[in-house]
């Protein structure tokens, strides 16, 4: 059976890593008669469900990435395979299995319906790859940032990351990721904590930061964007030192930062294993650096009460007033966290409105409706 990827610009870094270990495999932007994958989070699950439904085709359907990891059961009503979590070794040895008609149950870190019983089956659970046993992209055909570390040791309450990953980071090596570097000119970087590259991700290990940083400024004809999107860093790792680190090499002005609520309550109760002093000492630092502080906030997380939104408010008008900028995100509660079952709290009105007056202004950018909910799974 042919193989193809069910493409999309939103999935797109999954599949620039999984397309090198299945290079028969192509990519179509509908669903056709062979093995389609599928990688998706769910905010796109309604969709990619509708579309499978409706298919008409002779598909098995295999589905993978966030939503389906959290939700195998609910996935499983409409495909065939479940990858759980990552993907680079489970997903060629299913198709194998597939192709040659041998029992899936064989393979780790899947879920399946049982064909005879009708039950979910969820295999023995795989471990985690090891970065440099597999390429960030094949550049010949879809490319992506690099990615340098995977998993993350927080376990905040909303966030698939640690889920997904697992808690112990592991990161590619130096000459990994300068290999993959050869293919850009603009260095853009995977992590959930660029600045805990090389660390456990609780302890800062800024000297490997640097090694890594001064073998790609080493790279010529080469831009280095550091700790900003696609990936961003934790309040608590922006120091002097950090902040040097991104003046030196790096050619990014901002810095992208997770401070995800201006209430320590909140802080605590989310598990995000920081405060909001470590918030406020990041933004300074930034601005110190003549670094541009871009800070992430969450609303409507569960137990938020108005004097907690409030706090929030404080602290995203302190970060405008300074001129950093704020992403505001409401809560999407994701299946396979704490929060996957709970009801987000409702942003007061007057919050709402003054949330709108800082966008119309051009300082805040975002989405802290109810029913306009934005997805929030980094770091």
Known sequence: MDV???????????????????????????????IMIYSFTTRQAAKVFMEVKN????????????HPSGAPEETLECFDYVVIGEGEE???????????????????????????TGKVVI????SYADLDSYPCFNPE?????????????????????????????????????????????DLRFIASNAFGYGSDGIHPRFDKVEKLLSALYKLPDKKIFFGTFPSEVRPEFVTNESAELVRKYCANDTLSLGAQSGSNRILKEIRRGHTVGDSISAVECCLEHDIVPAVDFIFGLPT????????????????????????????????????????????SDGVRRELGKLALGGKLTGYWEKHRNSEKKSN
């Open 4 to 34: 193809h990827f069910r493409y999309s610009k939103k999935n797109s870094y999954s599949f620039a890593v999984l397309s090198p270990l299945l290079p028969e495999a192509g990519f179509v932007d509908k669903p056709v008669n062979g």
């Open 55 to 66: 298919a008409g085709t002779d598909s098995i359907f295999i589905a993978g990435g966030p």
């Open 90 to 116: 489970t997903l060629p040895e299913l198709i194998t299995a597939i192709q040659e008609g041998k029992d899936p149950k064989k393979v780790s870190g899947i879920a399946y319906r049982d064909a005879e």
């Open 123 to 126: 295999t023995p659970k795989r």
């Open 141 to 185: 055909k879809l490319r992506a940032p690099i990615e340098i570390s995977r998993g993350c040791p927080w376990g905040c309450k909303y966030c698939q990351t640690p889920r997904l990953f697992g808690r112990e980071v592991r990161h590619r090596s130096i000459d990994s990721i300068v290999k993959n570097a050869g293919h850009y000119n």
């Open 304 to 347: 938020e009460t108005e004097e907690d939104q409030e706090k929030s408010l404080d602290l995203v008008r302190w970060i405008c007033k300074k001129g950093g900028t704020v992403r505001a995100h409401y809560l999407t509660p994701l299946p396979g966290t704490p929060y996957a079952s709970a009801v987000p709290a409702e942003v």
